[in-house]
Every structure is written in structure tokens, then in C-alpha cells.
């Protein structure tokens, strides 16, 4: 949640701050500034709505400057106001710009406002610039002005700070929320994001917990939590720039549907190769999971749902009790820790505040068997875990979970697989099976993506509907659940998802003429019971979209509608069915007219509570 950019170069920076803020947008999209240092003044622009309203006024303002920092805001604190945008000033003389939420902001107001200090928003933001100002009176240095009043917050924060009477210097600092430091030739950067620097450089350094780092065009120093200098590694880059255009796409949900089939056999390609085996999850993996006897899941969001598939799979394959939690429910609860369970966390950005204060509560629970799985190389949540599984999705911009989704469930098999043949339960014919289901479920995924134009047709007739409910069993009950979840983020139109079997103990009620009803009903165990609870539906006049595979022997008829994806592909079909219900959400947002990638109130990646 909101985007932090910042440079220091013998060119103008601004473009760059300008092209960096726009890779991050997807992290927040209320409202977008930048500041730079030039003629001994700080130069601010900010614009309520997208970054590129902001960059029309930078360009009519003829900003420049070779010391600037830059913002892109999804707002905790304070209405969406310019006034409230950041970056924020001190004196005239101290810029800043905050990711996070400071817990003790009024406290600290209150002190500063005794010491004279005027505000002039309603942010906890503010309350930083002019503590940090504060400190720069006594200190006349920056970096120790930055790490003494960082001492006293109390929160989670990425912040960037630039001053006027230090023009050579970019500060920042961090915890709990991601920042990085760009590397480089006679200049340097910083960002929440690789994406935001990548055209400037590919080598970057992650600042870790507590960090606070002084960059200068031609020198970094980093201290850690306790003051002490500190080196951290270099990594080289591996995201590709392709990878965060739009290329021939209206919309990056729409190139990330498309994008599965690749991302699936990605991610599959690694379990091909190593096969059901512990070395996946990382080189301790094999004793971690010696010692499990239980598996317990968290996460958010989507993640959460993906959890939830894996549920019925880690119980059915491996043997071994599962449950899943929503992780902000989980870190506030007396949870009776068993230190043999395996906790994962599954986060597609690896920086979900709450999913990661879950991770910490689990382990001051005692739990030390930790499984990461994520998508994004060295963040936060896998570098606080034993074991991780990356998966291979590339960058995912839209807000809207996709391609991360299925690559997670390709994770979780795996892992219920592996588990299963720890726990002896994995007979050689499965797993043949099993690695042959994963073989070919690119293709399949491949030909649902084929199903579009239908799915299109359907879209246009959701577009005047204010509800829909969802219906799915064992299994195909999460994707139910991921499907009103897409549905109701991206096109705003109120969906529930419920197992079936409940349709009679009170969603029923809701149904009539106007309410559609998207079943989720492949050839599985369960379909019988499904086509009893359609009979249910339509018995009161409720209308039918039947996402079904081919054997599963539906026809169309008045008030049903049928779409067919390909031959049921067994164990794998949630990660099928997945598809379908994406492209209806997708449809029926551009029916409607919203921002499909960026829908209102949400944000891709969210690090505040
Ligand atoms: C936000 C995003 C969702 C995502 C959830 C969890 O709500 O909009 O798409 O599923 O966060 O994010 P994570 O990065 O932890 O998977």
C-alpha cells in the first residue's frame, strides 16, 4: 500500500520518480506527488487521483531537480486531499514521503505541537517530517536526526526523507513495510518495488527490519535497528520490464488471465524437474517436514482462498489434519499452538501486514515448522520462514489476483503430494498420476481460456444485476468463493459464495428471477448432489450459469445456461475451473465501466492493518 520512490543523480530525476511512481501504482491510487531540491527550495507537486494528472502538473510546473522523492498514496489517515498527499513538508526545509501506519501519531502530534509545530493535514505522515526536522536542529545530520526520531515511532513505516540544507543526501528507513535501495553509476535510488527502478538499474538491495540507510550519488551506508553499520547483499534483478507492460492487453488482469498457461507450466516445470521431493521447499525441508504431523494455513484474500483448496487436498492426499485461517483473525486469537504443525503462509506479494504478524504470533506460539509460499523473491513473509516455495507467475500488477492464485495452488499440491509421501500414503500409480495431471494442465488451462467469447455473452447480461451467488461443493466451494470475491472487487456487484448443501439453511431465500446463480459443477464426486441443488435453484425461478467440464453431461435449457470446460481433469480441476469464473469477473467489470486493475477503495498489496 502506497508507492515510495526516490533519487539522487547528476540528471533530473524527475522522470524517473514520475515512470517509477507509475510501475507503482498498483500499490495505491488515490492521490500522487514528488518533491525535488532546486535553487535552495523544495519544488512539491500533488494531484488528487492518478499519477498522471500529478505528471501533467509537473510537466506545466517545468519541475526539475537532481534530489527528489515521490509518492503514490492509498489513504489510512485523512480524506483524500491534496493537502493530506504526500510528500509532506517541514519548515520549508524537510520533505518526506511514508508507507505504513504510525500507531503513536496523536501522542506525538500533541508533543510536537507544543514544540511549535504547525500541521497542516490530517496524516500520521506529517507527524514524521517534523520529528524527524526536530531532531535536525540538534543534530545538523540527517541520518542521525532520521534514526533518532525513528526510534521513537512505533508502527510500521518505509520512509524516504530529503532536506534542504543536506542536498546531497537521501535518507530512508523501514519497518514492516518493503523498500529497497537501487544501485547505480554515479547515482542511486530507492523504491518500494523493484519495478519502479528497473529501468535504471537491476541491481538493488533489500533494507531488512529497523534498517536506516544514508545514500548519497556515490555512497551508501546502512545502520540496523541498534545503530550498528551494517552491509547487506546485492541482488541482481530477475523481473523482467516485459513482464510489467501491457504488450498487446487492454488491462493487466486480462494479460495475466492469458499469461497462465505459462505461469502454470513455470511453476510446474521446477516439480517436474526435482519431482514430489522436500528439496522444493528449501534445503531444511526434509527434516521440517519429518517432524509434522498437522498443517495449518494463513493468509488473505485470494491467498486465503487458495489456502482453502489445499485444505481439502493436504487432508484427502497426505492424511494429515488441515485447517486455514484468515491471518487477521489468527493473530488476535489464544490459538492453541501445536509445534509440530506446519504454519504456511501463502502471500503472492510476501508483504501482507497482516498475514506476516500472523507468521510472527505463530512463532511466538512456539512454532518453528514454517513454510512461506509466495511469489516474489526476497520479500518480507519468506525471509521470515524456514522453508518457501516461489512461485514462477512473473509480476502481477492487477489488483485482482490471478496467474498468483493458480501458481498457488500448484504450490499446495505439491506440497499435499510431498507430505503424502513422508506420511506413506502416496502410492507410485498416484503420484504417475499426479505428475501426469500436472503435465498436462497448461493445455487444459490453454483451451478454457478458449471459452472467452462465451463467457463474454454471459458478462453482458451480469452488468445490470446487483447480486449473484455463487455455488460450489468440497473442493470447487473455494473457487465459488474466489469467484464472488473477483466479481464483487473488480465490478462491484454484490456476490456470496456458499457450499451448496447450505443453499436451504438461507441463501435460498434470496433467489428469484433476478438473482444468477454461477454453479461450479465438474464431474467429481459431488456432482449429483450438485445437480439436486440447481433443481432447488430453479424450482424458485432462479437463473442458472453452469460452469461444468465435458463429462459432466449438462445441457442447456430454459433458464440454464451451460459453459463446458475441458474434460474433467481429476485432482487438478479447481485450478481449471479457476479460469472461467477470472474472465466472467473481468467481463462483467468492463460491461460496467470500472477500473478493472484498479478498483476503487482496494490495493494490490496491502501493508497496513
Ligand atoms: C489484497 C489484494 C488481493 C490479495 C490479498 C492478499 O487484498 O487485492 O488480490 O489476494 O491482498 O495479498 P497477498 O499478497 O498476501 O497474497
Not at 130 to 135: E, G, K, Q, S, T
Not at 527 to 544: D, F, I, P
Request: hydrophobic share 40%.
Amino acid at each position: 500500500m502506497c508507492g515510495i520512490v526516490g533519487a539522487i543523480s547528476p540528471n533530473n530525476v524527475v522522470p524517473l520518480l514520475v515512470e517509477g511512481l507509475k510501475r507503482l501504482e498498483y500499490r495505491g491510487y488515490d492521490s500522487a506527488g514528488v518533491a525535488v531540491l532546486a535553487d535552495d527550495h523544495i519544488h512539491r507537486v500533488r494531484r488528487v487521483g492518478r499519477v498522471v494528472e500529478m505528471e501533467n502538473a509537473a510537466i506545466a510546473e517545468k519541475l526539475t531537480g537532481n534530489i527528489g522523492i515521490g509518492h503514490t498514496r492509498w489513504a489510512t489517515h485523512g480524506g483524500v486531499t491534496e493537502p493530506n498527499a504526500h510528500p509532506h513538508v517541514s519548515e520549508d526545509e524537510l520533505a518526506i514521503v511514508h508507507n505504513g501506519i504510525i500507531e503513536n501519531h496523536e501522542a506525538q502530534r500533541q508533543r510536537l505541537k507544543a514544540l511549535g509545530y504547525k500541521f497542516t493535514s490530517q496524516t500520521d505522515t506529517e507527524v514524521i517530517a517534523h520529528l524527524v526536522h526536530h531532531y535536525f536542529k540538534q543534530h545538523a545530520d540527517l541520518f542521525k536526526a532520521t534514526q533518532q526520531a525513528v526510534r521513537e515511532l512505533t508502527g510500521a513505516y518505509a520512509i524516504a526523507v530529503i532536506s534542504l540544507k543536506q542536498p546531497d543526501t537521501l535518507i530512508c528507513a523501514r519497518v514492516g513495510c518493503p523498500l529497497l535501495i537501487g544501485l547505480g553509476e554515479g547515482e542511486n535510488f530507492i523504491a518500494s518495488d523493484v519495478s519502479a527502478v528497473l529501468s535504471a538499474t537491476r541491481r538493488v538491495i533489500f533494507l531488512e527490519e529497523g534498517d536506516v540507510a544514508e545514500i548519497k550519488r556515490d555512497s551508501i551506508q546502512i545502520v540496523d535497528a541498534i545503530g550498528a553499520a551494517v552491509t547487506r547483499k546485492v541482488h541482481v534483478s530477475d523481473v523482467s520490464l516485459a513482464s510489467l507492460e501491457l504488450g498487446p492487453y487492454n488491462h493487466f488482469m486480462q494479460k495475466e488471465i492469458h499469461e497462465q498457461p505459462k505461469a502454470l507450466s513455470d511453476t510446474i516445470e521446477q516439480v517436474l524437474d526435482a519431482g514430489f521431493r522436500p528439496e522444493l521447499f528449501g534445503e531444511d525441508a526434509e527434516d521440517v517436514f519429518a517432524k509434522v504431523n498437522a498443517v495449518q494455513i494463513l493468509a488473505c484474500g485470494t491467498s486465503f482462498y487458495a489456502g482453502s483448496v489445499a485444505r481439502y487436498w493436504v487432508e484427502a492426499i497426505s492424511g494429515l489434519p488441515c485447517s486455514v485461517e484468515v491471518a487477521s483473525e489468527y493473530r488476535y486469537r489464544d490459538a492453541v499452538a501445536n509445534p509440530n504443525a506446519l504454519i504456511v503462509t501463502i502471500s503472492q506479494s510476501g508483504e501482507t501486514l497482516d498475514t506476516m504478524e500472523a507468521l510472527k504470533y505463530a512463532k511466538s506460539l512456539g512454532h518453528d515448522l514454517t513454510l512461506s509460499i509466495c511469489n516474489v523473491q526476497e520479500s518480507a513473509i519468506p525471509r521470515a520462514s524456514r522453508l518457501v516455495f516461489y512461485t514462477r507467475a512473473g509480476a502481477e500488477i492487477g489488483v485482482a489476483s490471478t496467474k498468483a492464485f493458480t501458481t498457488q495452488l500448484i504450490a499446495l499440491f505439491t506440497l499435499a503430494v510431498t507430505l503424502a509421501k513422508r506420511t506413506g500414503r502416496l502410492k507410485v500409480e498416484k503420484e504417475v498420476e499426479y505428475i501426469e495431471a500436472l503435465r498436462h494442465l497448461p493445455g487444459s488451462v490453454q483451451h478454457a481460456l478458449n471459452l472467452e467469447p462465451q463467457i463474454k455473452s454471459w458478462a453482458e447480461r451480469f452488468s445490470n444485476k446487483e447480486h449473484a451467488l455463487f455455488l460450489g461443493r468440497g473442493v470447487h466451494y473455494p473457487i465459488a468463493l474466489e469467484g464472488a470475491l473477483k466479481l464483487k472487487e473488480i465490478s462491484y456487484i454484490h456476490a456470496e459464495a456458499y457450499p451448496a448443501g447450505e443453499l436451504k439453511h438461507g441463501p435460498l431465500a434470496l433467489v428469484d428471477e433476478k438473482m444468477p446463480v454461477v454453479v461450479i459443477a465438474p464431474n467429481d464426486a459431488l456432482l449429483e448432489k450438485v445437480k439436486s441443488n440447481m433443481q432447488e435453484v430453479r424450482a424458485r425461478g432462479g437463473e442458472l450459469f453452469v460452469f461444468a467440464d465435458l463429462d459432466s453431461h449438462f445441457s442447456e435449457s430454459d433458464g440454464v445456461h451451460v459453459i463446458r470446460t475441458p474434460r474433467h481433469v481429476g485432482v487438478l480441476s479447481p485450478v481449471l475451473h479457476a479460469i472461467p469464473v477470472q474472465m466472467l469477473a473481468y467481463h462483467a467489470a468492463l460491461q460496467k465501466g470500472t477500473d478493472v486493475d484498479k478498483p476503487r477503495n482496494l490495493a494490490k498489496s496491502v501493508t497496513v492493518e
